[in-house]
């Protein structure tokens, strides 16, 4: 789970980094077509909330790094109209004013134990499982 919890602040990092791509060219009027059948949709992906005592040694692992990596981003969100998207791609993440305060907050942390503590009281883990029940 603290890989999930990685991934996430690496993909913040990442998403704060990202501009606004050009606007498209027009593109000539396409020819209709017929609708390609693509067979059924896979299930969708199963959301639960979590604790943060189920993540795998969390109150012992390392948080330097992750608290790092999201400090870095809330740097790029200070640059950032508190109005956007945190990325255009994942609109699921929020807007860049939903995010602010955790960035303030997080500023406070002194140590792995108070870092642990700010990260509690703002987040809420989730679990994603395939619909068969497998963690992913």
Known sequence: MLR???LFA???VLASC???PPPPAPSPKP???RPV???PLPPAAIERPASFRELPNWDVAPIELPLSAF???CVKLQDRSAGDFMANVAPW????AEWLPACDAVNDAQDDESARRILESLFTP???SDPSGKSR
Do not use: C, H, M, N
Not at 93 to 96: F, K, L, R, S, T
């Open 126 to 128: 989730v679990e994603i």
């Open 4 to 6: 999930r919890i990685l």
């Open 37 to 39: 059948d693509v067979g």
């Open 71 to 73: 400090k870095r981003s």
């Open 18 to 20: 990202q501009s606004a």
């Open 93 to 96: 993440a929020g807007y860049v």
């Open 10 to 12: 690496s993909a913040l």
């Open 31 to 33: 020819s209709p077509t």
